[in-house]
């Protein structure tokens, strides 16, 4: 179990997964803070879990706790279940009435487990560093860090150049992503399952721009022609690079998928509709 305790519910949460889990058999792990909660959760850091035999990690939290759980997790292919006491809640998309459902459908084998893709991303430097990013599961954004000014960024796919952007940066998001950061900047929802990246402009000096929809084998490449101070590159939002003028960024789909747990009957565009408040009037 990996736990958001910034979140008002968090403890209660915990208690009462932990009750559930335990009556239906369930060997829980969790870190220190959570175990010193409920005596029937074994106390185990998150590094430890696949050592420990975990067969499937449940997330309380929102999405951002989904993603921080993926990162926490990166490189062991054990599945995510999220169990939504956030908000919005895309990836983690149990709400608190289907606890139990989801973990006796856990225990029966009766879910699926989506291969949520990820992007595998990394910074040549001038100088000649070159720097690796975690995988991101959502997006990579290169924006103009603190200062108000556009920068200018080159995109290019499959080594083919495709447009010179004065910008506030540019978003790269996997379809998990395309609901997140991208969908604010204007961008367009793929569902789980399309073998697609979209790439967004951020705040474009012009009329003319329009997100891009590639397939997801494409590798895209950023390079920074024009800044005043240095850019700023994230993974997720996170793990920020320093990006100057000369940088070349080069984007990939990851070798390595993300595996989520869905309830059989999931559909995407339920939580769209409850979410987004599709179909209202």
């Known amino acids: 179990m990996i736990v958001n305790f910034k979140k008002g519910q968090a403890v209660e949460a915990v208690k009462r997964v932990a009750s559930l889990a335990a009556g239906m058999g369930f060997t829980v792990h969790a870190d220190a803070r959570a175990a010193a909660l409920c005596p029937t959760i074994a106390e185990c850091p998150v590094a430890q879990f696949a050592k420990r035999g975990a067969e499937a990690v449940v997330v309380l939290g929102g999405d951002g706790t989904m993603l921080d759980a993926s990162h926490q997790l990166s490189g062991e292919p054990l599945p995510l279940m999220g169990l939504n006491i956030g908000s919005l809640g895309y990836l983690t998309s149990v709400e608190e009435s289907l606890f139990g ?32 990013l975690p995988d991101a599961l959502n997006d990579v954004v290169a924006n103009h860090g603190t200062t108000a000014h556009a920068v200018e960024l080159e995109l290019s796919l499959d080594e083919k150049p495709v447009a010179s952007f004065l910008c506030d940066g540019i978003i790269v998001a996997t379809p998990t992503g395309s609901t997140a950061y991208s969908l604010s900047a204007g961008g367009p929802i793929l569902l789980p399952d399309v073998h697609a990246l979209t790439i967004g402009v951020i705040c474009p000096h012009t009329l003319t721009s329009r997100p891009l929809v590639v397939r997801d084998a494409t590798r895209i490449a950023l390079r920074v022609t024009s800044c005043d101070v240095p850019m700023l590159l994230s993974a997720d939002g996170r793990d920020g690079e320093p990006l100057c003028e000369g940088d070349r960024v080069e984007i990939a789909r990851s070798k390595r998928d993300v595996p989520v747990i869905e309830l059989h009957g999931y559909n ?14």
């Open 268 to 281: 995407p565009c339920d939580v769209l509709r409850r979410k987004l408040s599709w179909g209202g009037r």
């Open 101 to 132: 459902e989801a973990l006796q459908r856990l225990r029966e084998d009766r879910c699926a487990v989506s291969r949520r893709s990820a992007l595998a991303v990394r910074v040549l430097h001038g100088d000649g560093r070159i720097v690796a």
